[in-house]
């Protein structure tokens, strides 16, 4: 087994960030230990407004150069972003790599990619992100060796000059280009399908992943990691009475969310896009779930998906001590470890449907056994009741608008 990177974090309390200062260093050392380092030890400090060449100053620099040794640390992380020329001087001065929140994000990110688009995307917005710091880092990183941070393009390109970096960049564009062409032929045949679709998100960590396998009973990963998914996931959902849908779970959010990541990840998250109900998943259980909640609302102002009808789900209901007191609605409380959970769950994304799909109802011949089988797999039912004089059934049910069981309008 890899041992681990020490690492220590740091990170500057001012006027502007005092609200969310001490849930962001928490997060800080979540997203650290996801990324396989081990937190030695914390250094704050309360200023102003940060040092424009250090961000912490030279007292409390002088503080970290000791922490530092005393710990034989590996790695330092500014839970602020650093400038390319405050990069460099921090890593000359301590003598070891010194990284960002941003740059641990994309790290990790790199860590989970597993599809070639993914992967892309993830080398797209490390290289945009690392292009501004090469000058005077191929030395430093030679030195210093490989581990957090520089995972994904690798040590090789970070060393090349300035013009491979660009060629990189304009290749992997390229290619993304040819992606997104073959992703939304895909997503044009889903779209004009009269399947109902369900789409997952929340912060990272909520319980995505564990909702999607208690719904369709698939072994998702779902280990208590930051975005521990990365590529979009879909799974068929089928409802007790036959109705198929499907679930597609997606990247977790998360405060800060680099801009980097957010441009190269919109055709990830634009998935979202053609949903018909969204699952809205928040960690009941979070000391800091509002702040969550509003993290994932401005995202998806931004992304332009907050006019999708839209089910909060408040999960971890079994980690939840004090008496719960929702802040979003509709919504429903539930924890994924249960089947109670589940019944609940369905039961109230049925009541959306309800009010999204249109209702219809039909007589059906008992002997057109292949049109009631679509009925039952195609179209939420409610009621089918048989009728012995004509031997036919009476369906009540509701379905997509979409649906070629519809009848269709006359043309004049």
Request: one cysteine or more; glycine letters at 6%.
């Amino acid at each position: 087994m890899t041992e681990k990177e020490r690492v220590i974090l740091v990170g500057v309390e001012t006027q502007k960030n005092q609200t969310e200062f001490f849930d962001s260093m928490k997060e800080l050392e979540s997203l650290t230990e996801t990324a396989q380092g081990e937190v030695v030890d914390t250094l704050t400090q309360k200023r102003q407004q940060f040092d424009g060449k250090t961000i912490i100053g030279a007292g409390k620099l002088t503080e970290l150069k000791n922490l530092v040794e005393a710990h034989e640390a590996d790695l330092v992380v500014f839970n602020q972003e650093l400038s390319p020329r405050q990069g460099q001087y921090l890593t000359e001065s301590l003598g070891i790599k010194v990284i960002d929140r941003i740059q641990l994000i994309l790290d990790i990110f790199a860590l989970r990619a597993r599809s070639k688009e993914g992967k892309l995307q993830v080398e797209l917005a490390q290289l945009n992100y690392l292009l501004p710091r090469l000058t005077g880092q191929g030395q430093a990183m030679s030195r210093l060796g490989a581990g957090i941070g520089t995972r994904g393009p690798g040590e090789t390109k970070l060393e090349s000059d300035r013009r491979h970096i660009r060629e990189t960049i304009s290749q992997i564009k390229r290619e993304l280009k040819k992606v997104a062409k073959q992703r939304e032929a895909s997503r044009k045949t889903r779209q004009d399908s009269p399947v109902f679709k369900i789409g997952l998100l929340g912060y990272t960590n909520a319980g995505k992943s564990s909702i999607l396998n208690l719904l369709t009973e698939t072994n998702t990963y779902e280990e208590n990691e930051l975005f521990a998914t990365l590529d979009p996931l879909t799974k068929k959902w089928r409802f007790p009475k036959g109705f198929e849908v499907t679930v597609t779970d997606t990247v977790g959010f998360i405060q800060d969310l680099p801009t980097q990541l957010i441009e190269a990840f919109q055709s990830t998250l634009e998935e979202s896009r053609y949903m018909d109900l969204l699952l809205h998943v928040v960690d009941a259980s979070s000391q800091n779930r509002q702040q969550q909640e509003e993290t994932v609302l401005k995202l998806l102002k931004d992304l332009e998906i907050d006019n999708i009808p839209r089910l909060v789900v408040y999960n971890k209901a079994d980690q939840v001590t004090d008496h719960f007191v929702p802040t979003l609605f509709p919504n429903c409380f539930i924890s994924a470890k249960s089947s109670k959970g589940k019944d609940i769950l369905t039961r109230e994304v049925q009541k959306q449907m309800l009010e999204i799909l249109e209702p219809y109802e039909m007589n059906v011949p008992a002997s057109d056994g292949q049109l009631l089988a679509r009925l039952q797999k195609e179209t939420l039912v409610v009621k089918d009741t048989f009728n012995d004089q004509d031997e036919t059934y009476e369906i009540k049910g509701f379905v997509k608008s979409t649906s070629s069981l519809l009848p269709q309008e006359e043309e004049f």
